[in-house]
């Protein structure tokens, strides 16, 4: 069983900089899609980055030049590096992953334009990040 733990969120002010974590176990090889989505109070979940197995990487629009997905050599971690924070990222950040071929979640990006929660099977419990003005 796929298990994600998230870690690294907290309390920052507006143009700060954060690097979210996601620990992942319980994979049986490497070919998995991984993601990053937000969800705000009241307002639906939101993918923001994904990374494939072959390393394609997806961002979506409202994050576009702030945020970079990154994965460690053993594809045993994920990274979320959020840089210049706004008020508006404030939202609990959650890892998912699901086994898929390369390029699956940038393929889908580029023919949707979102990244789809519906993707992904496993989740992480998520971790909060507050942004102050």
């Known amino acids: 069983q796929v298990q994600l733990v998230e870690s690294g969120g907290g309390s920052v002010q507006s143009g700060g900089s954060l690097r979210l974590s996601c620990a992942a176990s319980?994979?049986?090889?490497?070919?998995?899609?991984l993601g990053w989505f937000r969800q705000a109070p009241g307002k639906k979940r939101e993918g923001v980055a994904a990374?494939?197995?072959?390393?394609?990487?997806s961002y979506t629009n409202p994050v576009k030049g702030r945020f970079t997905i990154s994965q460690d050599n053993a594809k045993k971690n994920v990274y979320l590096y959020i840089n210049n924070l706004k008020p508006e990222d404030t939202a609990m950040y959650y890892c998912?992953?699901?086994?898929?071929?390369?390029?699956?979640?940038?393929?889908?990006?580029?023919?949707?334009?979102?990244?789809?929660?519906?993707?992904?099977?496993?989740w992480g419990q998520g971790t909060q990040v507050t942004v102050s003005s």
């Open positions: 990374i494939d197995s072959d390393g394609s990487t």
């Open positions: 998912a992953a699901e086994p898929a071929g390369p390029g699956a979640v940038w393929t889908t990006y580029r023919t949707l334009g979102i990244i789809p929660a519906s993707f992904f099977r496993f």
């Open positions: 319980g994979y049986t090889d490497d070919s998995y899609s």
